[in-house]
């Protein structure tokens, strides 16, 4: 264990010719890739991006700007002897990530902030101050593998399967993969805690992050509320024939699948199905009503070849904490493709990414649109969700 | 890699007979309000003390009062004050404009010019007819720009309208002479660390028909005025950062001459520079550069990555780099102000300093002097 990593950037020549962003959370995560990156003799810069008014998001005016993250990243750049700087980055982040995660919420969708952050903020505005300080490449504390493949450089999962973050990357574009680096990706957990411990890092026991950043405390309708006054307007719950349920207190305070906090009892489980946050509608309906096979994806971000036949079998993750499915692809359009699962999959949501896999490489991915249902008898050939779609769904 | 400080803005060296000063203090560790012998030794390093920062702004050893800082000696100003408007620059430090709207329900914020000036006639205006409810605390020379602003002429108006005049001096000692009683102010503000001094000690000089309530009560310490055990080193370090800001002063000049330098430098490699408050009285240390086209936070990065301690804005205790709120006031364009940096240099500032900025400056900016040329030429 006190043995030092073999770590390899895969930049030609020595170590100390080449200088490192390491994009620093103040996590374990991050702190451990650039104390690994350090030892490993490159020169290190440490960049922790201020994204929002912490005092704001906690809703405690009168605490610093920056949180305890900004704090520990610094702590452990002093420790690991590199130099760091915070990048302010909140005017971006808001109209970037925050603003579109209230309006995604506002459609009725489940955002994924974190994605867009990666995409508009980290792989984009930090990954060319990086370059204007003359850095070789960017590392980030990610879950992930990249690799130069004979067609150019290759998205992969982590190798521990059950830390991998891929899921949140896919819309990364090639030219931005060859300048990342995540050389946690080969690792399991437990090795970066160990790490973390070794190197006697302030952040060593510090816990995982769970949530959104600028969410701490898990609560999306306050925050929502507080984006846009007035979002939380209550409305009725209504089954798929439009029955009256029950009340609810605002469509923000519901996410599609959601099962507990409905407040209505039935012989079997009640689930929210939809949401039509035009009249302030939330559907429940059964578990079977929130089955869907067919998936409509947007704004797709491709990392390989385009072309590809109908029976090419790929895996799709459709959130998160999706293990994946089976699924067939066509394309709809340049940009946009139908993803046909070989099992149907519960409360898929609009507003997620839907992932696509050749076993662990990342091909590509888009946002879930719409949603075609499995069970054709109560829903027959009709494509639901989006705010666009209310009429549809009034006629359930 | 030798390192190069020209930030002397935000702080500055400890000077070394202050460090000295501070360490004999140290071993006097008797309680300035204690009756015996240790006691009066301790006092007497306060009293001296006092008469140094006193000869320093021109006023009675009576009129200074301790503090921990520039501040406090803000925030006491303001609570002391006894007047329910406060009227004050768009400039301000933010130590001045965060006590401002919270001390105060009616705050009026002057506007200032592209030169970054108070103006006499709109300070006449906000205050109105009767001043006799009315604070006025706009400050004697700009961190971000050092330009230094007209406070006898604006004092004046204040006070013929009845109105008290607070001025924040913090970048004043050792930079430019200050006396209040020909400033005819009322109140203002010091800092030790921003002349030589420790860190953690400064003054507040009052006049002396003022009658001010405290911030801090205790064992009616400073004549009441701030409570808590004095700070024997602290005040012992200020007291010799004066006496030695006023010989500072006699070499005032050889500071200037390489700032000037350093600007020359800079406007000839790039033309396309620009300076703020060139052309008005500045502090003589402070050199405001606009590098059109490179992020501010890029530049201090790279400068401090060289070696080399420079700033942007006003960095909040995170580090991170604000858009500066001076330049916004200014009418400098977010563009402008964003690439804009500070470079300030003092006592122990040399020649040495400035090559090294001046080639680190032309390595890093140099290609991009041309290609912003470039670009301009394309578009006109």
Redesign the interface.
């Known amino acids: 264990m006190s043995d030092n990593v073999h770590l390899d950037l895969g930049l030609e020549g020595p170590p100390r010719n080449h200088r490192v962003v390491v994009a620093m959370s103040g996590g374990v995560d991050s702190s451990v890739t650039a104390a690994l990156i350090k030892e490993a003799g490159y020169e290190v810069i440490g960049i922790t991006l201020q994204l929002y008014d912490n005092g704001t998001a906690t809703g405690r005016p009168g605490s610093c700007c920056a949180g305890q993250d900004i704090h520990d990243a610094r702590r452990v750049a002093n420790q690991i002897q590199i130099p760091h700087y915070v990048l302010n980055y909140q005017d971006r982040f808001k109209e970037a990530v925050i603003d579109d995660f209230a309006d995604s919420y506002l459609r009725g969708e489940t955002p994924l902030p974190c994605v867009r952050c990666n995409e508009r903020i980290k792989f984009s505005d930090l990954l060319t101050a990086s370059k204007n300080l003359g850095a070789k490449v960017l590392a980030t504390g990610h879950y992930a593998r990249s690799s130069l493949g004979s067609l150019g450089p290759e998205l992969h999962a982590a190798k521990d399967l059950s830390r991998d973050q891929s899921y949140f990357l896919f819309a990364t574009q090639k030219n931005q993969l060859s300048y990342l680096r995540f050389p946690l990706g080969v690792f399991p957990k437990e090795f970066v805690r160990e790490q973390a411990k070794r190197f006697n890092l302030p952040v060593a026991k510090k816990p995982d992050s769970q949530d959104i950043c600028f969410v701490p405390d898990g609560n999306y309708a306050k925050v929502i509320e507080k984006l846009r006054p007035g979002a939380a307007q209550p409305g009725l719950i209504v089954d798929s024939t439009g029955k009256r349920l029950g009340m609810h207190k605002g469509t923000i305070n519901y996410t599609i699948g959601q099962r507990r906090g409905l407040g209505i009892s039935g012989k079997e489980p009640i689930y929210v199905t939809s949401i039509d946050p035009l009249k302030h509608l939330v559907y429940v309906g059964t578990r079977e009503e929130l089955m869907a096979d067919q998936i409509l994806i947007d704004d797709v971000s491709w990392l390989t070849n385009r072309n590809f036949d109908k029976d090419y079998l790929v895996k799709v993750r459709i959130r998160s904490t999706h293990k994946g499915t089976p699924a067939n692809l066509s394309w709809n359009g340049h940009n946009s493709l139908i993803v046909k699962l070989h099992q149907p999959e519960f409360a898929t949501s609009a507003g997620q990414a839907c992932v696509i896999y050749d076993g662990t490489r990342v091909l590509g991915g888009g946002w879930i649109s719409r949603m075609l249902r499995a069970n054709s008898k109560i829903l027959p050939s009709r494509m639901i969700n989006r705010s666009n779609e209310t009429e549809k769904i009034r006629n359930i | 890699m030798e390192r190069v400080y020209l930030d002397y803005n935000a702080t500055t060296p400890t000077k070394p007979e202050v460090i000295k000063v501070m360490t004999e203090a140290l071993y006097e560790h008797g309680n300035p309000s204690s009756v015996h012998s240790f006691g009066r030794k301790a006092r007497e390093l306060v009293e001296n003390s006092r008469d140094s920062v006193a000869e320093l702004v021109g006023a009675n050893a009576t009129d200074i009062i301790f503090t921990s800082g520039g501040t406090e000696s803000n925030n006491m100003a303001f609570a002391a004050s006894g007047r329910r408007r406060l009227v004050l620059s768009a400039i301000e430090h933010p130590s001045i404009l965060t006590a401002a709207s919270q001390k105060y329900s009616d705050v009026t914020i002057l506007p200032v010019s592209q030169d970054g000036l108070v103006s006499l006639n709109e300070l006449s205006e906000a205050i109105g007819s009767d001043g006799s409810e009315t604070l006025v605390s706009i400050m004697l020379a700009n961190n971000e720009t050092g330009v230094v602003e007209p406070i006898k002429e604006l004092a004046n108006v204040a006070h013929l309208k009845g109105a008290l005049f607070h001025c924040d001096a913090v970048q004043g000692p050792g930079r430019i002479p200050i006396d209040i009683r020909n400033l005819h102010i009322d109140m203002l503000s010091i800092s030790g660390h921003k002349f030589g001094g420790p860190k953690g000690i400064g003054a507040l000089v009052i006049s002396p028909q003022l009658q001010i309530s405290p911030l801090i009560v205790g064992g009616g310490q400073e004549r009441g005025w701030r409570g808590g055990t004095e700070n024997i080193s602290g005040i012992a370090g200020l007291g010799k950062a004066a006496s030695l800001a006023i010989l500072d002063l006699e070499e005032i000049d050889r500071i200037r001459e390489l700032r000037d330098t350093l600007e020359s430098r800079i406007e000839t490699m790039c033309p396309e520079v620009n300076i703020f408050c060139s052309d008005v009285a500045r502090l003589p240390n402070t050199s405001s550069l606009n590098m059109p086209g490179v992020?501010s936070?890029?530049q201090v990065?790279?400068f401090?990555?060289a070696g080399i301690a420079i700033s942007a804005g006003s960095a909040?205790?995170?580090?991170?780099?604000?858009p500066s709120h001076v330049l916004n006031a200014m009418g400098a364009m977010p563009s402008i102000s964003g690439c804009t940096i500070r470079v300030s240099m003092g006592w122990n500032s040399n020649i040495n300093d400035i090559d090294r900025f001046t080639s680190v400056w032309k390595a890093t900016f140099g290609g991009l002097s041309n290609k912003y040329r470039e670009s301009v030429s394309k578009t006109s």
């Open positions: 992020q936070d890029t990065i790279t401090d990555l909040c205790s995170s580090g991170k780099v604000e």
